[in-house]
């Protein structure tokens, strides 16, 4: 299954390093999703894309931008990033949620970030 | 803030039996609720999801119930098998916002 893809799949940054995680959807859909998977912990929505205009910014720290340039690609861009910081990033995407359909979320495998 | 409890957060049984997994949710404004399995180290997936104008829906040996009024929902697995060993998720909301339960670990004893 090739739906939605993450790179890369592992990450070891520094705390002052600048790195960024990459996304491409093969859905044909129109939004795209950052969320954010801690052990033990509910998915945290950090960015929500809908057809290229963010939608939602759930109070997410600055050092963490995210970049939406087409419908099919969405990244996010890490600095200055904290050791707590360290988790699995998941990327997601949906038919326009602001219909029914939409609703069903897509996931990528995810990208495992450790910051040291 | 809005947010969505899940329990038990580890559920161990044995092969073949039924496995029950509940979520309690407090937007009242909520109008989805999907179950997602995560499978250890691989993506979230949907395996049911039901909408608040239905109390019931059953996809071979999985059902999800839905009372409203209580603003509950539970997960029901039967004849559990092997396959089933993983981590399941609920959420409930709609239009760009799910809120998540924690998650529960179901082991299948063999």
């Known amino acids: 299954e090739t739906g939605v893809t993450q790179t890369p799949r592992h990450l070891v940054m520094g705390m002052t390093n600048k790195k960024s995680l990459k996304c491409e959807q093969h859905l044909g859909h129109n939004a795209m999703y950052w969320y954010k998977q801690s052990a033990k912990k509910p998915l945290e929505l950090m960015f929500v894309y809908n057809f290229k205009e963010q939608t939602e910014n759930n109070s997410v720290p600055s050092r963490f931008s995210p970049e939406c340039p087409n419908s099919s690609h969405l990244f996010l861009h890490l600095h200055t990033l904290q050791p707590e910081d360290s988790a699995l990033y998941l990327c997601?995407?949906?038919?326009?949620?602001?219909?029914?359909?939409?609703?069903?979320?897509?996931f990528g495998e995810g990208s495992w970030l450790t910051v040291v | 803030g809005e947010n969505v409890e899940q329990h038990p957060s580890t559920l161990s049984v044995q092969e073949g039996d039924s496995a029950v997994i509940k979520c309690t949710y407090s937007?009242?404004?909520?109008?989805?609720f999907p179950w997602y399995k995560q499978e250890l180290g691989k993506r979230p997936q949907l395996i049911i999801d039901i909408r608040s104008n239905v109390g019931e829906k059953k996809d071979q040996r999985i059902a999800v119930t839905l009372n409203k009024t209580a603003k509950h929902f539970s997960l029901h697995i039967t004849e559990t098998q092997p396959e089933d060993s993983a981590v399941y998720f609920c959420?409930?909301?709609?239009?760009?916002?799910?809120?998540w339960g924690a998650g529960t670990k179901l082991i299948i004893k063999p």
């Open positions: 937007d009242s404004a909520s109008n989805y």
């Open positions: 959420a409930a909301g709609g239009g760009y916002q799910l809120i």
């Open positions: 997601a995407s949906s038919q326009d949620p602001k219909t029914p359909s939409g609703n069903t979320i897509y």
